[in-house]
């Protein structure tokens, strides 16, 4: 099901301000692709620019492609509701539905979306925590609220309810930032199991994180106060770790930077 | 770098206050309060005054400088300005409850002997003002019906023109409606009662009926509704909105099902206080319901009472005690009609909200 992402020429904008400049790139399906640059340099814009979820903030506009298998994300018949169906996302802080339950939780996308059937639900629970690895902690409190559970678990409530609506790309912005090294290192676990299935995209401040969890890196950055973003490289994990082509990258990695 | 010298403990000079000062036992402010109170009490009584409010008063008073003084004798300024400011914070408190609840007990003791279920079931068809029996049953019919329409009307309006002004009002309209919206928090209700007169009773030609009467207290409540609806869908954090579009939920779908019931709590909660407030109103009633003594069930076609007007009419004859314990009674009615919908809005608001924490 996974799918490739191939994006040319993409800015995007806040109002008139230019936030991110003419970004050219190509994910891979089945791989996970890390964002990795200063903070301000437009990772989290280009994330969102990818599932549509940019021009959900008012005055926000893209200009340029997304092709998700061929298919352009930004063309005028596209409805971008359809398109964040098959890409999904899981933010920065756990933002689990207060209201609902764990279970109701794990199910809302498709609720939603007008499925009721009690047994296809159940069966979604089950199999998007357990693909969440929460399913142990939590299986007989499914009806707890899902905003009483601790930061980690949480945040994976939220990767069990992005997968459990069966997207073919899940784009994640900093999913660790909020949590400890242990819930770090169950969700990075998760990211190299999830990668049979799903293309990945994650945006994070902790290198050591992108050279464990991912295939290739890409690294923005951006010339000065003011200026848009910029794609600097993209390249194999290992190669951006060892011997990147660009001098910038280097400087960044290794911490001799600005 | 300079060199640390460890200095011996007792030559270190005394960086910033010490830690620890005498402290004035806990039950000192409780023992200061019945100090001023027998103070106050005794200085009243013998100074011959005859408000029982002035004793009070003076007790506020002696508490409020009794306590600072002490404090400050034992614990020092800064503490002594702090136990000024809590006691002040009491006694406003106090001031604030005393006329609450004694509002509240008088009614009761006045009204406690009316309430009976005869009171309940009767109107006041062929009973005469100055005598005795009579009830409030077709005042408390065209209360509910009255304040039920104005309801209907007024929360789905206001509610939904909430949700565009969150959701959806960008730019001059927003603007404009959140400027109406304003004014007409402070529409006086008789305006409203004007309003609806001129409108729909002079011009349009309708008459009398206890609708009318709903027209304008919508009018009323409309803004009440949005306003509190605003804050509370302000609150839900944009967090839930962007989570439940990046599961590729449509807009209106999240504003029904992850937005409205995220803040259902606190919008039930307004738009009960909304219905508390009119449920009062007694100015627009006159001018659009002008009141029945008989028992009106449509409230569609012709006069209808309510409560407040009742009460006024039951206590606008001088001299008739029948009259004043029938408006107490009604009284009694209105309150304990008010706190029930204040209770059940707490009730829901404490069920439907976000379950959170432990
Ligand atoms: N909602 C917004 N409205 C206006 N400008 C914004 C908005 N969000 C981000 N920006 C601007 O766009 C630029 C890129 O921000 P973005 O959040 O994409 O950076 P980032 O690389 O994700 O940073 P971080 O690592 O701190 O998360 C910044 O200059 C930021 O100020
Ligand atoms: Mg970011």
């Not at chain 2, 839900?236 to 579009?245: D, F």
């Not at chain 2, 659009?288 to 028992?295: E, H, K, P, R, T």
């Not at chain 2, 407040?308 to 039951?314: D, H, N, R, T």
Request: aromatic share 8%; net charge positive.
């Amino acid at each position: 099901m996974a799918k490739r992402i191939d994006v040319s020429g993409l800015s995007a904008y806040y109002g008139t301000t230019k936030a991110i400049e003419d970004i050219s790139m190509s994910i891979e399906p089945r791989s996970v692709t890390a964002f990795i640059g200063p903070s301000g340099c437009g990772k989290s814009t280009f994330l969102r620019t990818l599932n549509r979820m940019h021009e959900v903030i008012p005055g926000a506009r893209v200009e340029g492609k997304v092709l998700l298998d061929d298919e352009n994300l930004y063309a005028s018949n596209v409805d971008p509701v359809a398109v964040r169906r098959s890409i999904g996302m899981v933010f920065q802080r756990p933002n689990p539905f207060p209201t609902m339950s764990i279970y109701d939780n794990v199910v809302a996308g498709l609720r939603l979306a007008g499925v009721k059937k009690k047994s296809v639900l159940d069966d979604v629970v089950e199999r998007s925590l357990k693909g969440a690895n929460l399913w142990k902690e939590v299986h007989n409190r499914l009806n707890k609220p899902g905003a009483g559970l601790s930061g980690g678990q949480q945040q994976r409530l939220c990767i069990a309810r992005a997968i459990a609506v069966e997207p073919q790309v899940l784009l994640m912005d900093e999913p660790c930032s909020a949590l400890d090294p242990i819930s770090t290192l169950a969700i990075e676990d998760l990211i190299g199991e999830l990668k049979s299935q799903f293309t990945i995209v994650i945006v994070t401040h902790n290198m050591q994180q992108a050279a464990r969890v991912s295939d290739r890196t890409a690294f923005f950055n951006l010339a000065g106060v003011g200026q848009p973003g910029k794609l600097i490289e993209l390249d194999d994990t290992q190669r951006i770790f060892s011997n990147p082509s660009v001098q910038a990258t280097e400087d960044y990695i290794s911490g001799r930077f600005g | 770098m300079t060199t640390m010298t460890t200095v011996p403990e007792d030559a270190r000079p005394q960086v910033g206050p010490r830690l620890t000062a005498n402290r004035l036992p806990r039950w000192t402010p409780p023992a200061v309060a019945a100090g001023s109170i027998a103070v106050g009490c005794g200085i009243g009584a013998a100074a011959g005054l005859q408000s029982h409010l002035q004793w009070g008063l003076i007790s506020a008073l002696l508490f409020l400088v009794g306590g600072y003084l002490i404090s400050a004798q034992v614990e020092g300024r800064r503490q002594a300005k702090d136990r000024f400011a809590t006691s002040v914070v009491w006694v406003a408190f106090i001031l604030a409850v005393v006329p609450l609840v004694s509002l509240t007990v008088y009614t009761v003791q006045q009204g406690i002997g009316v309430v009976n279920g005869n009171f309940l079931s009767h109107s006041m068809k062929g009973v005469i003002q100055s005598g005795p029996g009579g009830g409030i049953y077709h005042a408390l019919l065209g209360t509910l019906q009255q304040v039920g329409l104005a309801t209907l009307i007024a929360a789905p309006l206001g509610l939904l023109t909430a949700v565009y002004l969150v959701e959806y009002g960008r730019g001059r309209l927003a603007k404009a409606v959140t400027f109406f919206v304003d004014v007409m928090t402070g529409v006086p209700s008789i305006v409203a009662g004007l309003f609806i007169l001129s409108l729909w009773n002079l011009a349009l030609g309708f008459s009398y009926s206890g609708f009318s009467g709903s027209l304008a207290l919508a009018i009323l409540m409309i803004p009440v509704v949005v306003r509190s609806t605003e804050e509370m869908l302000k609150l839900v954090p944009n967090e839930l909105r962007e989570a439940s579009y990046a599961l590729g939920v449509p807009k209106w779908k999240t504003i029904l099902r992850i937005v409205l019931p995220t803040a259902i709590g606190g919008i039930t909660t307004g738009v009960m206080l909304a219905v508390a407030r009119i449920t009062g109103e007694t100015a627009p009633v006159m001018m659009l319901v002008f009141g029945a003594d008989y028992i009106n069930s449509n409230p569609f076609d012709g006069p209808q009472q309510s409560l407040p007007m009742y009460i006024w009419q039951q206590y606008s004859v001088v001299n008739n005690d029948f009259g004043y314990a029938r408006a107490w009674g009604a009284a009694l009615v209105l309150i304990a009609f008010v706190m029930g919908l204040n209770l059940i809005a707490r009730g829901i608001a404490r069920w439907r909200s976000p379950k959170g924490g432990h």
